[in-house]
């Protein structure tokens, strides 16, 4: 079955970074969009980014272009979510979700806080 396993996340300051991975199983992800999303206490699941099979054109919300990468390796069923210069109201569970948007299988989630 889809197995979704998110890491990376933590405490960071404002206008500091982390790398999100998300290590992906019991599909084909060669074949897949994958999405990242995120969900703050007490909001709605909110759409972050997402990245076809080939990586061609990955996509971001306006609100973090510029600052937010996505990406992937194929070879190693291995999703990617670089995010430099965080904000504090980006503080929030971020799941990696198999397919586009946010309806499909997704994993537990990594926490990320930012705080001073």
């Known amino acids: 079955q889809v197995r979704l396993v998110e890491s990376g996340g933590g405490l960071v300051q404002p206008g500091g970074s982390l790398r999100l991975s998300c290590a992906a199983s019991?599909?084909?992800?060669?074949?897949?969009?994958m999405t990242w999303a995120r969900q703050a206490p007490g909001n709605i699941l909110e759409w972050v980014s997402h990245?076809?099979?080939?990586?061609?054109?990955?996509y971001v919300k306006e609100s973090v272009k510029g600052r937010f990468t996505v990406s992937r390796d194929n070879a190693k069923n291995a999703l990617y979510l670089q995010m430099n210069n965080l904000k504090p109201e980006e503080t929030a569970v971020y799941f990696c979700?198999?397919?586009?948007?946010?309806?499909?299988?997704r994993g537990q989630g990594t926490q990320v806080t930012v705080s001073p």
């Open positions: 019991g599909f084909t992800f060669e074949n897949s969009f």
């Open positions: 990245i076809s099979p080939s990586s061609i054109n990955p």
């Open positions: 979700v198999k397919g586009l948007g946010g309806g499909g299988e």
